[in-house]
């Protein structure tokens, strides 16, 4: 499989490059991709996503394309010009990529396009498979829009999948080392009354996900890239203080994290229980079905 990656440098990109033959990683700074995953590229080419199309040459004797990039939702407060940075960042730079597509001599067979579970919105104990309807607040209208955006080279002739993925566990960043912090001084603990579901994934999870998706023709459309045994808040704090031995029974109160985060703390205290329908059905094979495991794998030399 001949591949093009969008976000290749950040916490899955390194990951799933090293699963791909020498892909071609487009990126808005080449010298600093050349510098974090060169040794892993076959081919870097410079793009800024708010700027316009992926050169055409970006796309010779590619395969399939897996886009990943777009603004964190979770870096910066969200004033009106972070949540236009967000929503442009996946909204136009996907519209952009398959402008590209569209433009190329020979096009991909398949665009595997990063989605969020945001898509869902605050769903309490509700089982949100594929099918679930959409919720209406912002980041679910965010994702309406990225997947419609991704969806158009649907009419190019191109396979296109949107993976909506929930909280990424890995070392090194991502949501786990905003949690450890707090954890490691022991004053870790559940948000509210910890009863929100949280759908999560392991790294090495997600990038076989993407790798499985592309690879799988009866794969079209969303597809939730989430672990099958999401974790209510309250055990997921339980199980982190347990691998990290550390006590975990501060509760985080809403109003603090509203003054903290702002209208981010919504999401932050969102319920989703998101089930992997579309992979198990497809025949994927977890490696880190459950959260003790994955945060085993992940912390085990920290917590040592």
Known sequence: MKALVTGGTGMVGPRLLRMLDRPTVVTRNPDRARQAVGHLAGRIVRWDPAEGPPPAEAFEGVDAVFHL????VAERRWSAAQKARIRDSRVLGTRHLVQGIRQASARPRVLVSASAVGYYGDRGDEELTESAAPAHDFLADVCIAWEKEALAAEELGVRVVTARTGIVLGSGGGALAKMLTPFKLGAGGPLGNGRQWMPWVHVADLARLYVHAAGHDSIRGPMNAVAPHPVRNSEFT?????????????PAPYLGLRLVFGEFAQ?????????????LDSGFTFQYPELAAALREILAPAAA
């Open 267 to 279: 999401v932050l205290f969102a319920s989703q229980r998101v089930i992997p329908k579309v992979a």
């Open 238 to 250: 339980k199980a982190l203080g347990r691998q990290l031995r550390r006590p975990a029974f501060m």
């Open 69 to 72: 990039a777009g603004e964190s």
